[in-house]
């Protein structure tokens, strides 16, 4: 169990690596011009230059890369390029909002599509014709399309919620909870109908095989075999479905949050992208991969746990 | 009346017009290309549709309401709303299957050679597949943007790279299951090279996976697109809907249109995507629906007439069962005048199990004879109130002990009676041992549960008597069998486990669907001798279903035989070894190995050699 772990984690560091190199050399390409971004038009010949060597934009590549990576490994991620803020802050003060989000949406989405999936492969009838259409019209509306139609019609027309949140990490919880209940929701409805979807199917799938029908001769009640028995083996299935959905979401969550304008990780990323502040960006996409990794390593985990053939060796 | 559907069904291998056809039969499916064509026409047609150039800006009139100049009104520099829409449908087409072709181009062929030679490539890709799945999408084209500029050209390559392993998943997984079929063996047996076995035989496989997948992908990709540019992270100069709606959503609070017809375009464009990728998926299962209703058919022959369910029959057999009924109650289980069918989708009801009468005693083992879907199983799993549950009873009645569990009139298997029985009463030793045991719970968890739940037993008591239950059914070591999963026993010994089980709770009935089927010869030896030890010790009942008559002369003391459905011979079992009377006993007997002489060897041995 232990091996299996550590096998993960350095799997993981591999990946972290390769991605961390990639980006910074794609980003590399573009840094041309951001000494004279940062100055401003007006600034001199001798001013940029001087910047240049400053931010290390002097050295090749490697040498770049390696300094980065050299300081990085101690926690120092540099500071942002623009504001001078150091790049772990900029990114601790944000990352509560953004996780506070996808965490609760995607908690959510775990127990409504179990609930629905379960629902419509044992009931079957009407309860699983709404859950099939609903996954075909889920999948027909881009979640921010639908973010954009939620605040048009409870922010902006019937007022329920403010539209434009501007929380800040000290603000009390019902001002927290203000601000993200649309944004989860938004979140939450497209999350839901393609997680019941594919709860039902790999339900009905589990209920199918051979062992459920002798748990039933055997006198096992029914509603034990479905709960002890169905679901758990359905559950990988689920698990797999949700860190998908997870991963997916801290990508849609960047769109999201310029629709509510909640100063959160996805914030920061379009500021620091559109503006091509290396530092803020590598910072960002470190702690994405970094959290996938995590995620990715918790299913594995879990799934492990489940299956007992994974469990003993 | 159901000649129709037959045809259908024989046409066998769904032929792409076939699927074509059935899409657009189905109204989703034509409302969804319906929608796409409108789309791609104007897409085509814009430079004619679109009386403004898509950046000209009228100064004069902003955010101007709908008039016969501005037939959608115009945004908040004077921009023409109607021609932005028309353009905007061209950008948004073009660069969702750029996406598309960008992730089969890479995706297609990766998958193929990796399903086809897997070894190294297959790895590394894997490899590839692994990171490129676990990188969220728009981050990533973020950082692609900050690289190389505002392009929705780049951006939506970079996309479709993001979204190859998609295709990578769905080739490679078609293409291993394919590999390794026989006429594909056969073909490079024949000294077809691996290229025409690919674009033969394998390509036609994948073909309608990725039809629907591409569908979603551009669906995806719209969607993805439009949010980058709704971001504002786009070409300012060219018209998408994207950029229509982040233009919208700035003046959301004076003109709300602006937000409305981007969005319903994007809206329609995904949608009708999605259904259409939802109508062709549902065309090739339909397909494989009625070929899989065929192969039953055949298997069952010529018995599992399609009937329409005739009232007259049932009451007739209804009638039947009323006259027999009385001074019955004495046997264990009575069947009588049986019938189970399954309704088609023509509304007629398939039968697999016919006007079958039996019954047996305390004490006695009933073998049911027959071949695969001769309806034994079927019969059994009646009894059980175990069938699947599209199954109908369609006639007779099944008695137990001197009560109903289906009454003579009833459609289905009264569950709330069966649950009574089931494990308490009549137990089940399935055919398959793995799968029957859950894979997720020990052997012991298995055993001790149903005595917890059906004798209300304790844990403890239950546990001690799980191992001397196992010990009884001859496992040498019971506590290691007790904790250890089904993945870590033999099949020999998971059937052990499984009648064990079946005769944990003590009950009247034994039934046992082909029990030794799936293990090796001495194994099976060892099962039946088993049964048999039981049964004598224990003075159940014992159903035993098998096609098998070696297995029936070693342990049964009457015997069904059962063909198409139907019951064809009833008798003791001597009786029915030695003299059989219906020429289809006759023929089954006949095709026993016992008592035979060997026979000679087609090709000698040093001719095989020759061949390898």
Not at chain 2, 33 to 50: E, Q, S
Request: aromatic share 6%; hydrophobic share 50%; proline share 4%.
């Amino acid at each position: 169990m232990v091996q299996f772990i550590i096998r993960k984690i350095a799997a993981g560091l591999v990946v972290l690596c390769a991605i961390s190199f990639l980006t910074y050399f794609l980003l590399y390409f573009s840094s041309s011009n951001i000494a004279r971004n940062i100055l401003g038009e007006y600034a001199s010949q001798e001013q940029v230059a001087q910047k240049e060597t400053e931010l290390g934009l002097d050295q090749p590549l490697p040498a770049r890369f390696l300094d980065w990576a050299g300081h990085s490994i101690t926690g120092d991620f540099g500071r942002s390029w623009f504001t001078g803020e150091p790049v772990a802050t900029a990114i601790a003060t944000r990352l509560p909002i953004t996780l506070t989000l996808v965490i609760a949406a995607i908690l959510l989405i775990a127990v409504l599509a179990t609930v629905l999936g379960m629902a419509a492969a044992v009931k079957r009838g009407w309860i699983d014709r709404v859950v099939q259409t609903g996954a075909i019209v889920g999948d027909a509306i881009p979640g921010f399309v639908l973010a954009i139609i939620l605040v048009t019609l409870f922010a902006i027309q019937l007022k329920l919620f403010p539209a434009t949140s501007s929380i800040a990490p000290d603000a009390g919880a019902s001002a927290w909870a203000a601000s993200l209940t649309l944004p989860a929701i938004a979140l939450v409805i497209n999350g839901v109908t393609g997680g019941a979807q594919q709860v039902r199917s790999a339900v009905i799938k589990q209920l199918e095989r051979d062992y459920v029908r002798t748990l039933r001769s055997r006198g096992i009640p029914e509603r034990e075999i479905l709960f002890k028995h169905v679901l758990r083996s359905a559950a990988p299935t689920g698990l797999t479905v949700l860190s998908l959905q997870f991963i997916g979401m801290l990508g849609g969550v960047v769109i999201i949050e310029q629709i509510f304008a909640l100063p959160g990780i996805g914030n920061l990323a379009v500021q620091s992208t559109t503006m091509g502040d290396i530092p803020l960006v590598m910072g960002v996409v470190l702690y994405t991969v970094v959290i996938v990794i995590i995620v990715n390593l918790l299913v594995d985990l879990i799934n492990g746990w489940l299956n007992p053939k994974v469990r003993v060796s | 009346m159901s000649q129709a559907v037959e045809l259908t069904g024989q046409t066998g291998v769904v032929v792409r017009s076939h699927v074509i056809h059935k899409v657009l039969r189905n109204p989703m499916g034509l409302i969804a290309l319906a929608i796409l064509a409108v789309l791609v026409t104007m897409a085509v047609l814009a430079d004619v549709l679109a009386p403004f150039d898509e950046n000209f800006a009228d100064i004069a009139s902003t955010l101007a309401a709908p008039d016969a100049n501005h037939l959608l009104g115009t945004d908040s520099v004077g921009r023409d709303v109607w021609s932005r829409l028309v353009f905007g449908a061209r950008t948004t087409l073009l660069s969702a299957l750029l996406c598309a072709a960008v992730a089969i181009g890479i995706g297609l062929p990766a998958g193929l050679v990796a399903g086809y030679y897997g070894g190294k490539f297959d790895g590394i890709a894997g490899w590839f597949v692994n990171i490129l799945m676990s990188l969220p999408g728009i981050i990533v084209l973020l950082t692609v943007r900050a690289a190389f500029g505002p392009s929705v050209w780049i951006s939506m390559i970079a996309f479709g790279i993001l979204l190859s392993p998609g295709y990578f998943r769905l080739t490679r997984t078609s293409v291993q299951s394919v590999r390794n079929e026989l006429y594909v063996d056969a073909a490079r047996v024949a000294g077809l090279s691996d290229r025409s076995i690919i674009s033969r035989h394998i390509f036609s496989v994948v073909r309608a996976p990725i039809i629907i997948q591409t569908a979603m992908v551009c669906g995806v990709a719209i969607s993805v697109q439009s949010g980058l540019e709704f971001l504002g992270l786009g070409d300012p100069t060219v018209a998408t809907w994207g950029v229509m709606l982040s233009e919208g959503f700035k003046n959301v609070y004076l003109t709300p249109t602006l937000l409305l017809w981007p969005a319903v375009a994007i809206g329609l464009a995904v949608g009708a995507l999605v259904l259409l990728g939802n109508a062709v998926r549902d065309a090739l299962e339909d397909g494989e629906k009625v070929k899989q209703r065929k192969r039953k058919a055949a298997e069952s022959a010529s018995a599992t007439e399609r009937t329409t369910p005739a009232p007259a029959k049932v009451r007739q057999a209804r009638g039947a069962v009323a006259a027999v009924e009385s001074g019955t109650e004495h046997h264990l289980v009575k069947v009588t005048n049986l019938g189970v069918g399954y309704p088609q989708a023509d509304g007629s009801i398939k039968k697999v199990v016919d006007d079958v009468s039996f019954h047996v005693d305390r004490g006695e083992i009933l073998g049911i004879v027959g071949e695969s879907g001769s309806g034994k199983s079927q019969t059994a799993f009646s009894i059980l109130g175990l069938l699947p549950g599209t199954a109908r009873i369609v006639g007779g009645s099944i008695q137990f002990d001197g009560n109903y569990t289906v009454a003579p009139g009833e459609e289905k298997v009264s569950q709330e009676r069966l649950t009574k029985l089931r494990g308490k009463r009549i137990s089940y030793i399935p055919q398959e041992p793995m799968s029957n045991l859950d894979p997720a719970f020990t052997i012991g968890y298995q055993l001790v549960t149903p005595m917890v739940r059906v004798l209300g037993i304790s844990k403890a008591e239950a546990t001690k008597r799980a191992m001397k239950l196992l010990s009884d059914v001859g496992i040498a070591n019971p506590e290691r069998t007790f904790q250890a999963y089904p993945h870590e026993v033999s099949g020999g010994m998971a059937q052990r486990v499984l009648i064990a089980g079946a005769i944990s709770c003590e009950p009247d009935l034994i039934i046992a669907d082909e029990p030794t089927t799936a293990l090796d010869v001495t194994v099976q030896a060892d099962v039946l001798d088993l049964i048999r030890d039981l049964q004598r010790r224990l003075n159940v009942g014992v159903i035993l279903v098998t096609h098998n008559f070696g297995v029936v002369s070693d342990l049964c003391d009457r015997v069904v035989v059962m063909q198409n459905g139907r019951l064809v011979e009833e008798g003791p079992v001597r009786t029915i070894l030695r003299e059989p009377k219906d020429p289809y006993t006759q023929m089954l007997l006949s095709s026993m190995l016992e008592g035979k002489e060997p026979m000679t060897m087609l090709v000698s041995a040093s001719a095989k050699e020759a061949v390898k």
